[in-house]
């Protein structure tokens, strides 16, 4: 089983001093993770990995696949399950590099009502 490590992105706007700065002029925006990462690339990997079975919108059920719409797993979960496949799901390990499924992670969690 893989080690996977998550490391939260934090964005901060710094003067040339290298200290935060309070000015009006500053960029103070902080960007999510999941705005980091190119969720195309998740879309991509869920309609040729995962779409017969939870369909395009993640609601399908297919062979009693969960409704990715209403699934309120973690990350991590989303992660290991991915990997380590669970009921009917295929395993998935050492099929996709980790880049590919912190976007097919992402990706799965936009499909949330």
Known sequence: MRNIVWMPALVLACNNQG?????????????????????????ELFQAKCIACHGL??????????????SKID?????????????AMPMFNHVMPDSDLAQLELYV?????
């Not at 969690?109 to 009502?113: C, D, S």
Request: glycine share 8%.
């Open 19 to 43: 200290q935060q700065s309070n000015s009006a002029q500053a960029n103070d925006t902080v960007y999510s993770s999941a705005s980091l990462v190119n969720t195309t690339r998740g879309k």
């Open 75 to 87: 990350s991590i979960s989303i992660i290991n399950t991915i990997i380590n496949g669970k009921g």
């Open 109 to 113: 969690k936009t499909l949330r009502k």
């Open 57 to 70: 919108g993640g609601n399908y059920r297919n062979n009693n696949a969960a409704d990715l719409q209403i």
